[in-house]
């Protein structure tokens, strides 16, 4: 049975919409990251996930990247994850400034 675009419009209306948020167990299973560190991260607010009405975290892929960022840092240099925190943060810092400067310069061009 063939539907038409109108009726497939009205479906498409009544779901719901994708979210590019990712729950706490998918987010574990992404970066690798034990619970335990992951908690710890979230009581230093260095991860501020947003939450849902069911009070569960949503995170970002910018926190699935920032987080494996960190364990590699951590365990390379065998950091604590506040230490590694740091090294991320400053990394970020360098990486801001740096897109600065080359937006700077292609303007002056």
Known sequence: MSRTIL??????????VQSDRIAWAQF??????????????????????AKAADKHYLFTRKDVFRVRKLIRICDDFSLSPTGGSIIVDLLER????ERK????????E
Do not use: F
């Not at 574990?28 to 996930?49: A, D, F, K, N, Y």
């Not at 400067?101 to 002056?108: F, I, T």
């Open 28 to 49: 574990i299973e992404l970066t690798g990251v034990h619970p335990s560190r992951l908690g710890e991260l979230l009581e230093m607010e260095w991860i501020v996930p």
């Open 94 to 97: 360098v990486e801001d400034l």
């Open 7 to 16: 009726e497939l419009q009205a479906i498409s209306e009544e779901l719901p």
């Open 101 to 108: 400067v080359h937006e700077l310069e292609s303007s002056v």
